[in-house]
């Protein structure tokens, strides 16, 4: 009994000094202060599918920049007297393509909105203006420059990736894929366009519906919305007739044909 009674009294005493609550938290501060010995978890270290396709294409373009500068540092350090002519045709093709690109949106807003020509703004009036006064180029002149098109530095394996980027876009493709995708996809879209092309010539242009003209035509980098059939027809037939000219290593300049055949012809002509 009184071995019993001194049991119970210290456990009367440890019990005033340590209450179960007390015990389990610090049982519980223990356990997580356990876990703090271990390696921190950082969110950077996790990133998310999208956050990691944009840093990809971010070193991408990074690196392309990179390349494309030491590109034209090395043709401009020995070959100066090309790299003028190459300078200048690259500019003048993005201007050409740019200021192409502006006129078409005006037309379309134009279109949508049933606004006419003197209700334009002067900045838009004056663009169409200008480019309404560029010349159409012919036949003869787009084939003059085949051979520029079959090697280096404008044959579809030569093309820089802005300009595959370019391109790209013209041909209604998306352009945020790295450049040798681009590039594929390029030279399997030309190649197919060049095959219709063979196989619409021997069936004939004047077999096409009016909707199957247009839808040709859309195919091949012209916008035919706000242009007549029968311009649309003589449109398509001009294409054939350089594509049907043109060889297999060739095919660059059948797909810059999707800017230079296309620009300024806005069913002006007469």
């Known amino acids: 009994m009184a ?31 356990g876990l703090a010995w271990g390696a921190p978890r950082s969110s950077k270290l996790h990133l998310s599918p999208k956050a990691d396709v944009k840093n990809l294409m971010s070193y991408v373009v990074t690196k392309t920049k990179a390349i494309n500068g030491k590109y034209h540092r090395f043709l401009g350090r020995h070959f100066p007297r090309f790299y003028v002519l190459y300078t200048i045709f690259m500019k003048g093709l ?23 020509f003197h209700q334009l703004p002067y900045r838009e009036m004056e663009h169409l203006r200008q480019i309404q006064r560029g010349t159409h180029p012919a036949i003869h002149d787009i084939l003059a420059l085949r051979e520029c098109f079959s090697n280096h530095p404008l044959g579809v394996n030569q093309l820089q990736a802005l300009h595959v980027k370019a391109l790209s876009r013209a041909m209604l493709l998306t352009s945020y894929l790295p450049p040798p995708l681009l590039r594929h996809r390029l030279k399997t879209r030309t190649t197919v366009i060049h095959q219709l092309d063979k196989a619409l010539a021997k069936l004939g ?32 037939g001009e294409w054939l007739q350089i594509s049907c000219s043109l060889k297999e290593t060739e095919l660059s300049l059948l797909l810059h044909n999707v800017v230079l055949l296309s620009t300024n012809y806005l069913g002006t002509r007469r």
């Open 205 to 236: 242009i004047g077999q096409l519906t009016a909707q199957e003209v247009k839808s040709a035509c859309y195919l091949r980098g012209l916008n035919s919305t706000h242009i007549g059939e029968d311009r649309c027809r003589t449109w398509l």
């Open 3 to 33: 071995l019993s009674r001194v049991c119970w009294a210290r456990l009367a005493v440890w019990g005033s000094a340590v209450t179960p609550g007390h015990f389990f938290t610090r049982r519980l501060q223990l356990g997580r202060s």
């Open 94 to 116: 993005q201007m050409l393509w740019a200021d192409a690109k502006k006129a078409r949106r005006i037309k379309t807003n134009m279109w949508k909105h049933n606004i006419k």
